[in-house]
T-cell receptor, first 113, second 116 residues
Framework: EPEVTQTPSHQVTQMGQEVILRCVPI?????FYWYRQILGQKVEFLVS????????KSEIFDDQFSVERPDGSNFTLKIRSTKLEDSAMYFC???????????FGQGTRLTVV | AQKVTQAQTEISVVEKEDVTLDCVYE???????LFWYKQPPSGELVFLIR??????QNEISGRYSWNFQKSTSSFNFTITASQVVDSAVYFC?????????????FGDGTTLTVKP
């Protein structure tokens, strides 16, 4: 069964460093998303991406965040200068259409120290 | 704006008891999708069910069942004969078809603890 794959599963980084979280969406999907879950809290929408551009972003998705689809298969989330409060689980998701079921990856746990 | 409310923060039951997790949603769209996800201690999100707004039929899958009531904007989830392995955080989520480009809005989650 096709699935969304995220790497790495856990990343530890020093405050101020740049990190790139990687995702391989399901191959025939056209819509891509990043979500964040701070430990013990709910899953929050960060950004949606379609046709090589951001279609929507939340207030959390400020200038330190960026997304890219560098090739036909990967979808990345870059955090330019990490802060302690960026520590969270980051989920990538994809869907074939812009609604309906989005398939979530297993998540990347980011720890900023 | 879309909103999902899971009023029960934590529920604790003893194995073999039935338990219902409540979910109430708000949306202006007439076409939307509702989901339940399970998040075990390992942290991944496990998809359980999707229901679209035009299908109010209740669904049963093994020990799991879902009751969708548009009249009360609720999509409740019942686990029958609960087991210790059901212990997890359960999230209800809403995705609107007409606005918001497929963005999912999650409830705060309900932590279910099933004791042996």
């Amino acid at each position: 069964e096709p699935e969304v794959t995220q790497t790495p599963s856990h990343q530890v980084t020093q405050m101020g460093q740049e990190v790139i979280l990687r995702c391989v969406p399901i191959s025939n999907h056209l819509y891509f998303y990043w979500y964040r879950q701070i430990l013990g809290q709910k899953v929050e929408f960060l950004v949606s991406f379609y046709n090589n551009e951001i279609s929507e972003k939340s207030e959390i998705f400020d200038d330190q965040f960026s997304v890219e689809r560098p090739d036909g298969s990967n979808f990345t989330l870059k955090i330019r200068s990490t802060k302690l409060e960026d520590s969270a689980m980051y989920f990538c998701a994809s869907s074939q259409r812009g609604y309906g079921e989005a398939f979530f990856g297993q998540g990347t746990r980011l720890t900023v120290v | 704006a879309q909103k999902v409310t899971q009023a029960q923060t934590e529920i604790s039951v003893v194995e073999k008891e039935d338990v219902t997790l409540d979910c109430v949603y708000e949306t202006r769209d007439t076409t939307y999708y509702l989901f339940w996800y399970k998040q075990p201690p390992s942290g991944e999100l496990v998809f359980l069910i999707r229901r679209n707004s035009f299908d109010e039929q209740n669904e049963i899958s093994g020990r799991y069942s879902w009751n969708f009531q548009k009249s009360t904007s609720s999509f409740n989830f019942t686990i029958t004969a609960s087991q210790v392995v059901d212990s997890a955080v359960y999230f209800c989520a809403l995705s609107e078809a007409e606005t918001n480009a497929g963005k999912s809005t999650f409830g705060d989650g309900t932590t279910l603890t099933v004791k042996p």
